[in-house]
């Protein structure tokens, strides 16, 4: 349920795809506005990870279409790539690369030249609270730094659309707060979805939020309206019922 | 072009930034030498040449170069980084081809770094310094004729040894397919084949450089081998970029 009156700026219909035999997305189909901030739920191999990787063209989908900004990202990957700011599962860096050599690399793929190179590696280091790292190489950071890295490189060129995969996983309890705020502050100028396992992040930081299921979206509405689903009123309940059912 | 520089830069400085870069120069350096002055008799010969020198050099490349290449794809793979270069701006071939020109660039350093050989040849003696300079271009030709193949096996799987021993595999076939040993099985088999066998042959152009002949024709022949490699590698990124 896009909000009304602001653009439409990811969507998804009827994406699937098969791996042989097995189904991992199973024809899902939505889209995201601007403002809206779309919590993605699911179980271990839920196909999560595949659906956003579809979003983000990296896997070609067995059928349907993903269009970011309006831009089918088979067809017109770079245009739809450029609008996207990506963080891959496990937030992957090049380990022997330090952080600003590494955000200097995507900055000039995203084609920045020189003075606003330095100013958007700057907001975005300054965003993720990465300054104190700089210099050293990726591969000695801890988790929750490394986190911070891949979430920088997707930030950089202030994309209108973020897709986010599991951001907040390996931080500690003040930077997941910190992520959630982060991502709480850009909500009203971008297209942002999340996935996620952690429940209360949904209520803190989602706008509406979908379950999937063995590939196929279970429920797709607001935190609030989920938690409404079971007498007790906890999205944990609720998420357990929902994808209990279908496994 | 330009995002094919950046992603040439970062893969080079990817070398460096590891012990990649000084081990794989120093077996180079040592490994080229002694083949050179024990096995090819550099200074028993007494002639101001460097034709011990190019004898050796393919057969160390086939060697060493799939050492280089067997990380270009499966180190993306297995790290997971792939997963974040082919979400960038870029197109597939512009990474192949930069990852392919960060390698070449790596080959040209080491084999820069063989001049006391020139500087030796040309103090002993009065070499024609043509040839020598020939044999250079050939041998930079076939380098780049190995890491275009061993790029794009590379990009099959997310395990280095099996990128590396299917890279030498391919690369010797490649090398020894004008050998009698070859193409007199072909040519009582299939005639066809043999024929084939002896122009594709990598060594075969090879030894037209370092009789200081350069030819139009074998500058062709490399740069086709080295163009349909790399549309390969890039195929292969395409279909299965995330498996």
């Known amino acids: 349920m896009p909000a009304e009156g602001e653009p439409v700026l990811i969507e998804i219909a009827a994406l699937t795809k098969r791996f042989g035999g097995f189904t991992a997305v199973d024809d899902v189909?939505?889209?995201?506005?601007?403002?809206?901030v779309l919590g993605f739920l699911g179980p271990n191999g839920a196909g999560k990870s595949t659906t956003m990787r579809m979003l983000a063209g990296f896997m070609i989908p067995t059928s349907g279409v993903a269009r970011i900004c309006g831009h089918d990202v088979q067809a017109d990957g770079i245009a739809a790539r450029r609008a996207l700011g990506f963080l891959p599962e496990g937030a992957p860096t090049y380990p022997e690369m330090t952080v600003g050599g590494f955000l200097t690399f995507c900055a000039k793929v995203r084609g920045f030249g020189r003075k606003e190179l330095a100013q958007r590696i700057d907001h975005a280091v300054t965003l993720t609270r990465l300054e104190s790292v700089?210099?050293?190489?990726?591969?000695?950071?801890?988790k929750g730094f490394k986190r911070r890295v891949g979430l920088a490189q997707a930030l950089l060129?202030?994309?209108?659309?973020?897709?986010?995969?599991?951001?907040?996983?390996?931080?500690?309890?003040?930077?997941?707060?910190?992520?959630?705020?982060?991502?709480?502050?850009?909500?009203?100028?971008?297209?942002?979805?999340?996935?996620?396992?952690?429940l209360e992040e949904v209520d803190a930081v989602c706008s509406r939020a979908i379950i999937i299921a063995a590939g196929r979206i279970v429920a797709d509405e607001t935190p609030q309206d989920l938690m409404g689903r079971h007498p007790s009123g906890r999205l944990e309940d609720v998420f357990r019922q929902l994808t209990t059912e279908v496994a | 072009m330009r995002n094919v520089f950046i992603v040439a830069k970062r893969e080079l400085a990817a070398y460096f930034a590891t012990p990649v870069a000084s081990v794989f120069i120093v077996i180079f350096l040592v490994l080229q030498g002694a083949l050179t002055f024990n096995l090819g008799g550099f200074f028993d010969r007494g002639q101001a040449d460097l034709n011990p020198f190019f004898t050796f050099i393919?057969?160390?490349?086939?060697?060493?170069?799939?050492?280089?290449?067997?990380?270009?794809?499966?180190?993306?793979?297995?790290?997971g980084t792939i997963e974040l270069l082919l979400t960038l701006p870029i197109t597939q071939l512009q990474a192949v081809v930069g990852k392919f020109l960060a390698a070449w660039a790596f080959c040209a350093i080491a084999l820069a770094l063989t001049f006391p050989f020139v500087i030796t040849v040309n103090i002993l003696g009065n070499p024609d310094n043509g040839v020598i300079a020939s044999g250079y271009v050939g041998s930079l030709?076939?380098?780049?004729?190995?890491?275009?193949v061993g790029s794009a096996l590379s990009a099959l799987t997310k395990n280095q040894v099996i990128a590396f021993v299917l890279a030498v595999a391919v690369c010797f076939v490649f090398?020894?397919?004008?050998?009698?040993?070859?193409?007199?099985?072909?040519?009582?088999?299939?005639?066809?084949?043999?024929?084939?066998?002896?122009?594709?042959?990598?060594?075969?152009?090879f030894q037209d450089f370092t009789r200081g002949v350069v030819s139009l024709r074998d500058l062709i022949f490399f740069a086709t081998f080295i163009g349909f490699w790399l549309f390969l590698n890039a195929v292969i990124i395409e279909q299965r970029k995330a498996d």
Do not use: C
């Open chain 1, 157 to 198: 060129h202030d994309p209108p659309v973020l897709v986010l995969d599991e951001p907040t996983d390996g931080l500690d309890p003040n930077q997941k707060h910190e992520v959630r705020a982060l991502i709480a502050q850009m909500a009203p100028h971008k297209a942002i979805v999340i996935s996620t396992h952690i």
């Open chain 1, 134 to 142: 700089m210099l050293q190489p990726v591969e000695t950071l801890s």
């Open chain 2, 58 to 79: 393919p057969w160390v490349f086939l060697l060493l170069v799939p050492a280089i290449t067997m990380r270009l794809w499966a180190e993306e793979r297995r790290l």
């Open chain 1, 29 to 36: 189909s939505f889209s995201v506005a601007r403002g809206e």
């Open chain 2, 141 to 148: 030709l076939v380098a780049g004729a190995f890491l275009s």
């Open chain 2, 175 to 205: 090398a020894v397919a004008s050998y009698p040993v070859v193409t007199d099985f072909l040519s009582r088999n299939t005639p066809v084949l043999a024929d084939i066998a002896r122009r594709i042959a990598v060594i075969d152009r």
